[in-house]
């Protein structure tokens, strides 16, 4: 018995000692992540009330940040809907076919991501510049790409170009085709088994991939600042306005309207949070 | 894969594989393809020392340490702190554990720019953590220290999302296996856990340096953007089209882009490799 007893307590010390792990490890962990990320983002609120909610309002009701709101939203409002066609047009060939070169096709659509932001607003300069490929012909018409809002919308476009479509190609490929064989055979066309059949399936995929694209291109900044020209009221997304405003030394105003973008994100982790969740429950 | 036979694409009876393979194509050249090779082709316009003498300017070259530098080592730390909150995620049990799970996504969703602002108060010298910082004699805000914090920032979620699921689905008993057998906590990690974690923990890292090098909006505030000292590659980039440099943009630019393509090419060897063993561990 005491022999036993004996050979067990070196185990049984080790258990103890282990027991303190988990509780050091948690605490490290919660420390880690609230200094990284909790105190920059309660910073944001507090700097942007320093000076009272008074002065708060009126730094987001002023006519720059209302315009600059706006062509926040026209550019998320043209580019997201393109890149959710996009995201279900790729998904539905790479998914539902097999062809030669959809790894490398894959890889492709991957691209933007691993493009610096600024690169890719410079990459459209070097098109659409006045130095650029057509620059002189835009010129010689009278439109303007570069330092104005196509140029922004086309910056959004490309940043944001993945999103919808690398959540729904492993949602898609997991699915499989069993229901929208059955649907063609049973008499449905393309377009039906598509609004019938799939789009039913990947609903929180789409929801998903549509969420963070937005994020993303309401919030975006080196992309678009190298597109924009920073012309106030003109050529001014929000992100761009909280720069400006930074600069110029006023920054309860700008993060006031910092604020606004940080509630954007806030809002954004919520959705994606229940998203994830209702999806995990319909799986079982 | 499955194989696919000699003809381009293997017959299936769902409709719709043209349309939608060439608007994805089409699409995808428009937007990517294309912008993108215009960057190669503009530097066509310098001769062969003119590029070179414009990659490698001291300038330049200090920037570039900077810049990737920074990367390497701030994805280093989000590699041990990642996989570590990872940890504290899928093994503990906390109140709260939800809540701080989608916060960790914060840095996606937190548009560059207020994050960057959002930094530079927190660890400016009157900031809640630069004032003590400084008093321990450490000044993180404008200098390469502020560019290292921002980078740790926007790299966070990277491996915590690449680790989590893979601990998710690791086994327990191999654990209890290894502590009964005699193993203690550090050899069981480095022995049985880091081994499984390893591919995942490695695309994850390589995905937080990639972003991280390109990285723009959250660091120059907080950067000082000192030439020499603490300015990162994206800016040089942006100082040189604001002095209509093109051609000396776009050279720094292919050098970006060049090394984002390598890693790039990295992180889908690392992925399939992380696929493989997954499915392997999965029949035993």
């Known amino acids: ?284 | 894969m499955t194989a696919v036979p000699l003809t381009f694409k293997r017959h299936s009876v769902l409709p719709g594989f043209h349309l939608a393979l060439g608007y994805t194509l089409l699409y995808l050249g428009l937007l990517v393809l294309i912008p993108l090779s215009a960057t190669f082709i503009k530097t066509f316009t310098l001769t062969w020392p003119q590029f070179w003498a414009a990659i490698t300017s001291p300038r330049v070259v200090a920037s570039y340490k900077l810049s990737f530098g920074a990367s390497l080592l701030a994805a280093l730390i989000n590699a041990v702190f990642g996989t570590l909150v990872a940890w504290v995620l899928v093994r503990y049990r906390f109140p709260g554990r939800r809540v701080i799970d989608a916060i960790v996504d914060l840095p996606f969703a937190l548009p560059t720019a207020v994050a960057g602002i959002a930094l530079t108060a927190v660890y400016a010298e009157n900031g809640w953590l630069g004032a003590p910082l400084a008093a321990l004699g450490i000044k993180v805000a404008f200098t390469p220290l502020g560019v290292l914090v921002a980078l740790i920032f926007i790299g966070l979620p990277f491996v915590v999302r690449t680790v989590q699921p893979v601990l998710e689905d690791m086994e327990k008993e191999l654990e209890e296996a290894a502590h009964s057998l005699g193993a203690s906590s550090v050899q069981t990690f480095v022995r049985v856990i880091l081994p499984t974690i390893l591919p995942a923990l490695l695309t994850g890292f390589t995905l937080a340096f990639a972003r991280a090098a390109g990285e723009y909006g959250s660091v120059i505030f907080i950067a000082g953007n000192i030439p020499l000292v603490s300015e990162i590659t994206p800016l040089i980039i942006i100082t040189k089209l604001e002095q209509f440099d093109y051609p000396g943009a776009t050279a720094v630019a292919v050098v970006m882009l060049t090394v984002s393509f390598v890693l790039l090419l990295t992180i889908n060897a690392l992925q399939s490799w992380a696929r493989r063993r997954h499915a392997q561990e999965r029949t035993v």
């Open chain 1, 1 to 284: 018995m005491t022999a036993i007893a004996a050979q067990l307590a070196p185990a049984i010390a080790r258990r103890k000692a282990i027991a303190w792990m988990p509780i050091t490890l948690a605490a490290l962990a919660l420390v880690y992540l609230a200094l990284l990320l909790l105190v920059p983002l309660a910073a944001v609120f507090i700097e942007a009330l320093r000076k009272g909610t008074a002065y708060y309002f009126q730094a987001i009701a002023e006519p720059d940040a209302w315009l600059a709101i706006r062509l926040t939203l026209i550019a998320a409002g043209i580019s997201v809907p393109l890149n959710l066609i996009f995201g279900v047009a790729a998904a539905w060939a790479i998914t539902k076919f097999d062809f030669r070169g959809k790894t490398l096709l894959i890889s492709l659509i991957d691209l933007p991501f691993s493009v610096s932001p600024v690169i890719s607003g410079l990459i459209y300069v070097l098109l659409f510049g006045l130095q650029g490929w057509f620059g002189p012909w835009l010129a010689e018409h009278d439109i303007r790409i570069i330092f104005a809002v196509p140029g922004i919308v086309l910056a959004t476009i490309f940043v944001t170009f993945p999103f919808v479509a690398r959540e729904l190609i492993p949602l898609m490929q997991a699915q499989g085709r069993e229901e929208e064989e059955a649907a063609v055979v049973l008499g449905a066309n393309g377009w039906q088994a598509l609004w019938r059949v799939t789009l039913p399936n990947i609903k929180w995929g789409v929801l998903y991939g549509v969420i963070l694209c937005n994020a993303r291109a309401m919030g975006e900044f080196g992309a678009v600042s190298v597109v924009s020209g920073h012309i106030r009221g003109e050529t001014n997304t929000l992100p761009l306005h909280v720069e400006i405003l930074y600069n110029e030394y006023n920054f309860a105003a700008a993060f006031a309207c910092a604020s606004l973008l940080a509630l954007l994100a806030l809002v954004t982790l919520i959705i994606k949070a229940v998203v994830e969740r209702r999806y995990l429950k319909e799986q079982r």
